[in-house]
């Protein structure tokens, strides 16, 4: 990440299945709740599983042209509303052709998709409602610009689970080439069937709730989300310090046994942000609940990090959000500096005897002096790592 002038991260929005907003996220992310992960019966082709839902009531779309009218959007917009007051700040400030929106997103409009095939099944032809438009890829970054009445910069990355995390990559490149002064970055993602047997279909799903890191690990639950921050040179309390990234590309879905991109994409990170290991504080991991990505990135985090920082996976309170998880997950790392504590790493307690021990995240858990710098770490299929570290700003 090429980063010539500080960048910060001037307010988040979010909404996932702990809450709506940023304030009912936080209270149940610190609280270890997991209310959000609810068993569906309609998703998978044969049988039951457990998910992340959004429960909240969101924003309606009636208004907006047919190709704009998915969940994956209503999730987005209820993020954007939360940082909508500072993106006005910024217009005042900033022409509107001087803002970017570079998001990550898997899933799109696919279960509107999927809605229109069974439909068609049925009838024979697709429903007046549908737009093949609303699963391309690129919609939820055209939405939002023509919401936001922005004339700048618009791309989505599609990068599976690391997706969310590059835009921060992105961004932070585009604002110091000058091509950009704001950017609103993030990613959303939405349940859908497809996503969903297609994991059970590599056998990557839990039979439960996911058991991050436990001997009795046995796969992830997907999960919702959008997740949302406005990046600029203004300061502010929290830091973008820098963004590793790397491609090992081992295998089309299994990571690196060593976790050889991993490694690269943390000490690339380190570098880029000129910090030893022991200045960081906490690291969210990408802590998937799934045997050979556990164990790989307990022996990157232990190689990389000798000194044993505080460790979590968020993943059983939301879920794996895909798309949207790198900017879940560093929003999480952004409210734990705002309101210096950490996120539980929820589990059963259960050591897997095979993996290094890392220092994970209980009730009580405090460290020396000020929480101050948090890294983030996400994996994707094909061995598409990002690392994400922010920190708290100096006076």
């Known amino acids: 990440m090429y980063n010539a002038t500080p960048l910060y991260i001037n307010g988040i929005g979010l909404c996932n299945p702990l809450g709506g907003n940023a304030d009912e996220v936080a209270a149940n992310l610190f609280a270890g709740t997991q209310s959000g992960m609810l068993l569906r019966e309609d998703l998978l082709h044969e049988g039951k599983i457990f998910v992340g839902q959004v ?4 924003p309606e779309l009636s208004s907006f042209p047919k190709h704009f009218q998915s969940r994956n959007n209503q999730l987005l917009l209820q993020a954007y ?14 022409a509107s052709t001087r ?51 922005l004339d700048g910069y618009v791309s989505v990355i599609s ?45 990557s799903t839990s039979d439960g709730i996911c058991n991050p890191s436990s001997v009795n690990r046995d796969g992830i639950n997907i999960g919702e989300a ?11 309390d929290i830091r973008l310090c820098s963004g590793g990234e790397s491609s090992d590309a081992h295998h089309m879905s299994a990571p690196h046994p060593d976790g050889a991109g991993a490694k690269v994409a943390m000490q690339h990170a380190l570098t880029q942000a000129q910090l030893s290991p022991q200045d960081i504080n ?22 990389v990090f000798p000194d044993n920082p505080y460790v979590s996976s968020t993943k059983g309170s939301v879920g794996h959000t895909l798309g949207a998880a ?42 020396d002096g000020s929480l101050k710098y948090c890294l983030s770490n996400s994996f994707a ?5 990002v690392s994400l570290i922010i920190g708290l700003e100096h006076e």
């Open 81 to 94: 509303k939360q940082i909508e007051p500072l993106v006005n700040e910024f217009k005042l400030q900033f």
């Open 381 to 385: 299929f094909g061995g598409n790592n």
């Open 282 to 303: 906490y690291i969210n991991l990408h802590g998937t609940a799934t045997p050979k990505n556990d164990e790989m990135e307990a022996i990157a985090v232990s190689s």
């Open 99 to 149: 803002f970017g929106i570079i998001l990550g997103t898997s899933t799109s409009g696919i279960a509107q998709g999927e809605e229109a095939m069974s439909y068609r099944l049925e009838a024979e032809s697709f429903p007046d409602s549908y737009d093949y438009r609303i699963q391309e890829l690129s919609n939820p970054a055209e939405f939002l610009s023509e919401y936001a009445e």
């Open 159 to 203: 990068t599976a689970c690391s997706s969310s995390a590059k835009t921060f990559i992105t961004a932070a490149e585009m604002i110091s080439a000058g091509v950009i002064d704001v950017a609103i970055v993030g990613g959303v993602d939405s349940l859908c069937g497809m996503t969903v047997n297609g994991f059970s279909a590599l056998e």
């Open 326 to 367: 790198g900017a879940t997950e560093i929003a999480f790392c952004y409210l734990a500096l705002q309101q210096q504590k950490m996120p539980l790493h929820i589990w059963d307690g259960e050591k897997d005897s095979a993996m290094p021990e890392l220092n994970w995240v209980k009730a009580g858990s405090q460290i």
């Open 55 to 58: 429960t909240v009531g969101l």
């Open 226 to 236: 959008a997740a949302l921050a406005v990046l600029s040179r203004q300061r502010s």
